[in-house]
């Protein structure tokens, strides 16, 4: 799931979210990968 929002004229934010479900994880971690990933856009016209 995303999220992007203006900022300033044509700069914007953008918040990602992952969770993904790893099957055979090795030994000591867990069976899923949460990412949470930011950004910053600027927009050419």
Same mark, same amino acid.
Do not use: E
């Given at each position: 799931?995303g999220?992007t929002m203006?900022? @300033?004229?044509?700069f914007?934010f +953008?918040l990602s979210t992952?969770?993904t479900?790893?099957?055979?994880?090795?030994p000591?971690?867990?069976?899923? +990968?949460?990412?949470?990933?930011t950004g910053? +856009? @600027?927009t050419?016209?």
């Amino acid at each position: 799931a995303g999220l992007t929002m203006p900022l @300033y004229k044509r700069f914007s934010f +953008s918040l990602s979210t992952i969770d993904t479900f790893l099957n055979n994880p090795p030994p000591g971690f867990k069976k899923n +990968s949460f990412q949470l990933t930011t950004g910053l +856009s @600027y927009t050419l016209h």
